[in-house]
C-alpha cells in the first residue's frame, strides 16, 4: 500500500549552490551557506538509534549531507534505550562530541551547561552561515522562540518545526475486533465491558494454535527513563476523571477544562485508576513486560507475532505496531467511561506543540569547525532535504511526480512502514515543515489522514485535559533536575509497585506525606511559575 504522508515543506526557502570555481561562484556558494571546494572538514556528531533506524554510515540522505557542505561527518552511535545514562556520563567528563543531535540532550541539560560554556552560541553563525536556519525562523517565530534560552535569549539548540495537527492527540486504542466477533462481543464502552472482554481474551484460545496461554491481551510501553505517551496506558486513567501525563517534563501535571493546572499524582481520582487497573496486571491482562523494556520493539515485535497474539493497545498510530496483514482485525476504541460515567482523553498542550526538541546542539568541543557545521545545517534546511530527512531518500523511500511533487514508493513486502522509513530517514532532526507544505511539496500521508479523521471523530470531544507546554529558565531547570526529579522518580516507582503488586489504599496517606516531605508544594510552585511567565509572553 503506498504511504501518503502529510507534506513538509517550505517552497520559498533559499535553495543551497553546489561547490563552485571562480570568485563569483565562490561568493555565491557562501551567500547560500555551502563549501565551495577543498578538503572535507570532519566533526563528531550523535545518532541516538532507536529499534528501526539504520546505520546512519549508509543512509543516502548524510551523504547527500555531506556533499552540499562538503564536510564528513564521523557519527557516534547509540542505542536510545540506553542513551540516558550514557549521556550524563559524558557531561559530566567533558569528553564531548561536536554536535549533540537527535534529541540527544534536552532543554534542562542546556539550560544547565550553556552557562558553563559547554554550548556555543549559534546567533550569530546564524546569521553569517545559515540563511536557510534564518528564513525558517522569518517564517515560523514561534520556531526561533522556542528554541531561543529562556535565560539570555541566545541560541543554543536547532529543534524541529513539524505542523502536523496528528501531534494533538498522542495516542490512539485498538482492539481487535475479530476476537471480539469470535466471542460475540460488542466494542466496549465502559471500564468494566474493556475488563470482561480482555478476560475473555486470556481465558480463549482466540488465534486457535491450540495454546490457550499465548493471548497477551493488551500490551503497552512504557518506561519512566524514555517516556513515551502514545504507547502506555496512563491516558486510560481518564477514565476516573484525570488523565496521568508521564513526560520528562512537567509529569503528572495536566490542565483541565477550567484551565486549572493539577497535580494529578496526588489526587483521588489517580489512586481510584490505579487501584482498579492493578487487578488486569494481577489477572494477567495486562502485559506487565510493558514496564521492563527501553523501547517499543518488543511490543511490535509481539503485534507481528504469528500467529496473532494480542488483544489491544496504545499507540500513535497502528503501523507502528501491526504489519498490513493484520491491520483489518483492528478497530479504534473510542474513549472509555468510567464506573461514574467519565470519559477524559489526553491532548497535547501548547500552541507550539509542533515545534520541539533539542535536535542540534554545537559544544565547545567544536570551536574551530563552527563554519563547517554551520553549512552542514543549513542543508538541512533545504526543502527537499528536510523531506528526505524525515521521509527517506528520493529514489528509496520517495519519488518524483510528473508535477515535481514528492510522493511515496510502496513500501516493501515484509517490512512495516516505520521498520521502511526509520530504516533510511533519521526522522528525528532539524528540519521545518510548514503546514501550507502538506500536499504541495510532498503528498498527504494515509496514516495522517485517517489519524486527523479519528481524532476529530472519535477522541477531541473528550480531549478537555491537556500536557503542559514548559519553558524552564535556568533557576528553574536546576530545580526541576533536582528537587523535581527526586519527586517525579518517587511518583513513578510507587505507580508502578501498586499497578504491579497493590496497596494503593493502605499506602496512600503514607505516600501523601512523603510527597510532601520531598517538596511538592515547591514543585506546583516552580511549574506555576514557569506557566504564568510563558502565557505572558
Known amino acids: 500500500m503506498k504511504k501518503k504522508l502529510l507534506a ?56 547527500k549531507l555531506e556533499e552540499l557542505a562538503n564536510v564528513e561527518v564521523e557519527w557516534q552511535i547509540y542505542p536510545s534505550a540506553t542513551w540516558e545514562d550514557k549521556k550524563n556520563l559524558i557531561l559530566s567528563s567533558g569528553d564531548l562530541p561536536d554536535v549533540f543531535y537527535m534529541n540527544a540532550v534536552n532543554s534542562n541539560d542546556v539550560t544547565k551547561y550553556a552557562s558553563q560554556g559547554m554550548f556555543i552560541d549559534l546567533t550569530e553563525l546564524i546569521e553569517q552561515y545559515a540563511p536557510n536556519v534564518k528564513a525558517a525562523f522569518d517564517q515560523m517565530p514561534s520556531f526561533k522562540n522556542i528554541c531561543a534560552n ?18 494533538d492527540t498522542p495516542a490512539l486504542m485498538y482492539i481487535n475486533k475479530k476476537w471480539l466477533d469470535q466471542l460475540g462481543m460488542d466494542i466496549p464502552k465502559n471500564v468494566d465491558e474493556y475488563y470482561e472482554a480482555l478476560k ?32 502506555s496506558y496512563h491516558t486510560l486513567f481518564g477514565s476516573f ?101 467519565t470519559k477524559v482523553w489526553l491532548r497535547h498542550g501548547g500552541s507550539n506543540r509542533n515545534v520541539n526538541g533539542t535536535q542540534f546542539v554545537m559544544t565547545s568541543h567544536a570551536k574551530g569547525k563552527e563554519e563547517a557545521i554551520m553549512r552542514w545545517l543549513n542543508a538541512h534546511f533545504e526543502p527537499e532535504i528536510s523531506a528526505q ?97 527526586d519527586i517525579d522518580d518517587y511518583v513513578n516507582k510507587m505507580q508502578v509497585k501498586w499497578l504491579t503488586e497493590g496497596g494503593i489504599e493502605e499506602e496512600w496517606d503514607t505516600y501523601l506525606l512523603q510527597l510532601q516531605t520531598l517538596g511538592l508544594e515547591k514543585y506546583k510552585e516552580t511549574i506555576m511559575a514557569i506557566r504564568g511567565r510563558m502565557e505572558e509572553q
Open 150 to 167: 529562556p535565560d539570555d535569549g541566545k541560541i543554543y539548540v536547532i529543534g524541529r518545526a513539524v505542523e502536523r495537527q496528528t501531534q
Open 389 to 485: 530527512l524525515f521521509l527517506g531518500p528520493i529514489g528509496t523511500n520517495l519519488e518524483k511526480t510528473e508535477n515535481g511533487m514528492l510522493d511515496y514508493i510502496d513500501t516493501p513486502d515484509g517490512m512495516s512502514y516505520s521498520e521502511f522509513r526509520y530504516g533510511n530517514a533519521p526522522v528525528h532532526v532539524p528540519c521545518k515543515i510548514a503546514a501550507n507544505e502538506w500536499g504541495t511539496l510532498v503528498k498527504v500521508m494515509d496514516e495522517d489522514i485517517n489519524k486527523l479523521t479519528v481524532s476529530n471523530d472519535v477522541y477531541k470531544p473528550y480531549q478537555t485535559q491537556s500536557s503542559l507546554f514548559l519553558l524552564p529558565n535556568q533557576e528553574e531547570s536546576k530545580y526541576l533536575t533536582s528537587g523535581g526529579k
Open 241 to 341: 476523571g484525570y488523565v496521568d501525563f508521564a513526560g520528562k517534563l512537567g509529569s503528572h501535571f495536566i490542565e483541565d477544562e477550567d484551565s486549572a493546572i493539577i497535580y494529578v499524582a496526588e489526587t483521588e481520582e489517580y489512586k481510584n485508576a490505579i487501584a482498579f487497573f492493578h487487578k488486569f496486571i494481577q489477572e494477567g491482562l495486562w502485559d506487565s513486560e510493558g514496564f521492563t523494556t527501553q523501547d517499543t520493539s518488543v511490543m511490535n515485535a509481539k503485534g507481528n507475532n504469528d500467529p496473532e497474539i494480542v488483544g489491544s493497545f496504545m499507540a500513535f498510530d497502528s503501523t507502528f505496531v501491526l504489519p498490513d496483514k493484520y491491520q483489518a482485525d483492528y478497530v479504534i476504541l473510542p474513549p472509555l467511561a468510567g464506573p461514574d460515567g
Open 8 to 63: 513538509l515543506f517550505m517552497a520559498g526557502i533559499m535553495v543551497m549552490g553546489t561547490a563552485a570555481c571562480g570568485k563569483e561562484e565562490s561568493a555565491k556558494a557562501e551567500s547560500n551557506g555551502t563549501a565551495d571546494s577543498g578538503d572535507r572538514e570532519k566533526f563528531t556528531v550523535t545518532f541516538i538509534q532507536n529499534e528501526w533506524h539504520g546505520d546512519p554510515n549508509e543512509m543516502e540522505i548524510f551523504k
Open 200 to 231: 475473555a481474551f486470556k481465558e480463549n484460545d482466540m488465534n486457535g494454535n491450540g495454546d490457550a496461554g499465548d493471548e497477551l491481551p493488551f500490551v503497552f510501553h512504557y518506561s519512566a527513563t524514555v517516556p513515551d505517551m502514545a504507547y
